[in-house]
């Protein structure tokens, strides 16, 4: 069997974690399996490179950036590497270049494009375990890129995809995926199987266990993930493309607190007015969210959307550079708000659910000031501070507890 | 013109010296001239990963102890990259990989073979400043390696050679090449111009300014090369095939404390023996300097040599593994031991040096315990102890005072 085993910062960030991480690599090793590790870089490593790069430049270039961070996950492999040597196993340390990971040409947000797994399965052959530097890539130029926010999960998936891997194991700090926070929402339920769509939706709203990117490879390559803890030996998750039906409608409750609703106000009444705009906004690579257009009024409507909150800033930068052409009035900017969904492939035939959702949220006097729906959940906006009682009341509605 | 320039760890170890470099390298840039620059890691960096790696595994794997210490000059090159950034100068920063760098196979010590020049030409035509990783390479499995000690001035004087470059320029803490170390010989002369060869002696015998590496390599290809201060706009000492003549007989003083003598004691004199016993130490990688045979007596004979003093342990261990092979009878070991050398291309036809030098130590009373020779060399091994009045005083005998 050939397992992708992927570790987080936090797993790596001293000494002993980096020989807790080599003796779960082992388990499997020494049942026979080949196994390929996928290494962010260590405990807070990537923030101190930043701050050194920002004590250099205030705003470094992104090229430079990627050249910069892409250390980071270097070092986490080569001290893995000596972990393995020091066990008496056969290990060999590899960077993006080494694999080669072939990604997109934006530095900070590359995506994956294609791996070429010969000098892995080189390695494997030869019975050494391979240890890879996840989160980076190389580009056409021959340049480093990293791959934004999630990057180490997107690699171990693709690894897996390319590899045909059996398994892919996250390992993170919670023990699998709940029905909700369970930080926030004490009664929240571990889940034993989720579907990739499930799972997606989720990690999109907020849950934090997985990125969307890295579940939406998983799908498209039906790689099975299971997501488990680092600390203890607890069974985890396990995301699937068909999932035993437990009867429940709803699988879990989500928040994202890194939102930033932007409304562009006044934009006149025509065709290509909402084209042009996220066209700008795509163009500079910046993620948005939920979409809102007012109707139509006095020759002019609203446009409201949510990007995460670091993007903002650029977001409406790149809007007020161009109010001219997109013939708007004013720019309204709100960084108090939050997302918070309900997520579950049993709700597409339960038209219910949201109205269950809304009447919650009524009950614990929590306005609402967007909604977005898709076939398998519920999102709105609400204020940053209702975040955690608004979790809590939508779990208890839907009876999500144990 | 093509300008190559060094500048080492201490050169780039904080935010001011980075800049600093920066603005060095801008003048040359702002006068016409395309510029490469090498960096070494920062400040104590490698130290600092090499003591990670320790923590890990007392005997790290060489190559990934590589595959860590290569991402120090990444950091340098990237900090860098930023640094003309924020002054508004074209640059890219290129590690060995990107160069690329080919190297002979040997991790912790390998050897340039070749450098690809296609990339850094094609960002020189556009205009760039190329900063590039020294001390590193990749070999022909697409590892990385390291290129040892004056691992950085050899990538320099490399790069020159491969892009024909005008001049190559090594920054240091010292503002050029003396006729001793001034810290010892407070009289000691700084030389305007010095031959290849007489560097290499003076590198070679522990000047400490420059790397012999570096200095055969400038030789061969006739690199032009400037060794000069980063703190001060001081000319420096260039060093090339022919230099005017000063009427100077010796162009300097050198020691080298970093130096153990081996002695193997009681072998079999017969035809074959050094060889047997060179070649064992030549496969260990293990640099041997300098080689004094007794003649043979009672049908054996006694080799003594110097070696590093980190690599003195291997070189035991390996001649102990071998004592049966080599019909050895004892091996000595010695680390409390000093070259002292003087060096100058004038001495070739002047029979007096040597005596002239044996006379000085004889005077300050201190004992020689082997003796060897080059045409622009002579150098003593002295105890460790003796080393700075053995200089002072041979520095005096010579006149080599302002």
Do not use: W
């Not at 040597?85 to 993006?96: E, G, K, W, Y």
């Not at 998983?218 to 998750?237: F, H, M, W």
Request: hydrophobic fraction near 45%.
């Amino acid at each position: 069997m050939l397992v992708v085993k992927k570790f987080g910062g936090t797993s790596v960030a001293n000494k002993e974690r980096i020989y807790n991480v080599a003796n779960r690599c082992l388990e499997d090793y020494r049942a026979g399996n080949q196994v390929v590790v996928v290494l962010s870089a260590m405990g807070k490593q990537t923030d101190v490179l930043i701050d050194m790069a920002k004590d250099i430049n205030d705003k470094p270039p992104k090229r430079e950036l990627d050249m910069l961070l892409t250390t980071g996950e270097q070092i986490s492999v080569a001290l893995m590497g000596m972990a393995f040597d020091a066990l008496n196993v056969p290990a060999v340390s590899l960077n993006a270049f080494q694999v080669a990971m072939h990604t997109t040409s934006v530095y900070g947000n590359a995506r994956l494009k294609r791996i070429d797994t010969e000098r892995i399965r080189h390695e494997l052959d030869n019975k050494k375990i391979v240890v890879v530097t996840g989160f980076q890539g190389i580009n056409k130029y021959d340049d480093f890129t990293t791959l934004g926010r999630g990057g180490s999960d997107t690699t171990a998936v693709a690894l897996a995809a390319a590899l045909h891997a059996d398994k892919c194991e996250i390992y993170t700090d919670v023990d699998g995926v709940y029905t909700a926070d369970p930080r926030i929402v004490p009664n929240a339920r571990k889940m034993k199987e989720i579907t990739y769509d499930e799972m997606l939706d989720l990690a999109t709203l907020g849950a934090g266990v997985l990125h969307n990117r890295s579940v939406e490879l998983a799908k498209k390559y039906n790689v099975p993930l299971v997501v488990r803890s680092s600390l203890n030996t607890s069974e985890g998750t396990t995301i699937k493309e068909v999932v035993k039906v437990e009867g429940m409608l709803i699988s879990g409750v989500a928040a994202e607190k890194n939102a930033t609703r932007i409304s562009v106000i006044g934009l006149e009444d025509r065709p290509g007015v909402a084209f042009r705009l996220f066209n700008l906004i795509a163009k500079a690579n910046i993620n948005v969210d939920m979409i809102l257009q007012s109707i139509g009024r006095d020759g002019t409507k609203d446009i409201s959307f949510t990007v995460p909150e670091d993007m903002s800033d650029d977001a409406v930068k790149i809007i007020e550079d161009n109010m001219d052409m997109l013939r708007a009035h004013q720019v309204d900017v709100n960084k108090d708000v939050a997302k918070v969904s309900v997520v579950g492939a049993g709700m597409m035939s339960n038209p219910g659910v949201a109205a269950k959702m809304f009447e919650a949220l009524f009950g614990a006097d929590i306005n609402i000031n967007m909604i977005s729906t898709s076939e398998i959940r519920v999102t709105v906006l609400i204020s940053e501070k209702d975040t955690e009682r608004a979790m809590r009341a939508v779990h208890d509605a839907f009876g999500l507890e144990d």
